[in-house]
């Protein structure tokens, strides 16, 4: 598809399971962001890739995220031990900039997120 | 501590008339923001952006203001149409990597 895809779109698990959301971004971007939207706030930035690097995770709340983007396309969010305070829109968003450091600035295209349930 | 506020979380506009939403920001480092638009269940969209080399941008009905000294921006749409009900998010590309900073959102109706 031309658009970020994310998957699952919805998905509930019980306190203490282990999650793994999905994202394919945009064909040929290199910069891959995931964002953690709660109810009624404003997405809040989680970690950043430039191809397969983590360059930024200063978002990440604990040490149960863990995100990964091996091959520098498809980029894994993993949620171990979910607790209830993780219930949220987690929000992908792929983008040709290459940082503030290189590249110009682009639009970043977000996904239309998963939102997980924890119950 | 938000480094982008947006703080009405709603606004309600008459059809035709202008909607104006507000943005403050509080690092004068940041240079260069966006606004995007989200409909229910979607991702946000962009919509328009402004460098601080400037104070305003127009694309169409929307326009963008920037009050650098007053680290204040603002979005106007004119005229209102009901399709452009949504939540509208403020942003900076103030991150340290590029990434992102939004704030909080302001849901706009545009009644017919």
């Known amino acids: 598809g031309a658009g970020v895809s994310q998957s699952p779109r919805y998905k509930v698990a019980k306190r203490g399971q282990d999650v793994a959301l999905r994202c394919d971004p945009i064909s040929g971007h290199v910069s891959l962001f995931w964002y953690q939207q709660a109810l009624g706030q404003g997405p809040e930035f989680l970690t950043y890739?430039?191809?397969?690097?983590?360059?930024?995770k200063s978002g990440l709340p604990s040490d149960r995220f863990f995100a990964e983007r091996p091959e520098g396309s498809v980029s894994t969010l993993k949620i171990q031990r979910t607790q209830q305070e993780d219930s949220a829109v987690y929000l992908c968003a792929s983008s040709l900039i290459q940082g503030k450091r290189g590249g110009r600035r682009t639009e970043a295209f977000f996904g239309q997120g998963t939102r997980l349930t924890v119950v | 501590d938000q480094q982008v506020k947006q703080n009405s979380p709603s606004l309600s506009v008459q059809e035709g008339r202008i909607s104006i939403l507000n943005c403050d920001y509080t690092n004068s480092m940041f240079d260069y923001f966006l606004w995007y638009k989200k409909y229910p269940a979607e991702g946000p969209t962009f919509l328009i952006s402004?460098?601080?080399?400037?104070d305003k941008n127009e694309d169409g009905r929307f326009t963008v203001f920037l009050n650098k000294s007053a680290k204040h921006l603002s979005l106007h749409i004119v005229p209102s149409q009901p399709g452009d009900s949504a939540v509208y998010f403020c942003l900076s590309d103030g991150g340290s990597q590029g990434n992102l900073i939004f704030g909080k959102g302001t849901k706009l109706s545009v009644k017919p």
């Open positions: 402004i460098s601080s080399i400037k």
């Open positions: 890739f430039q191809n397969e690097a983590q360059l930024d």
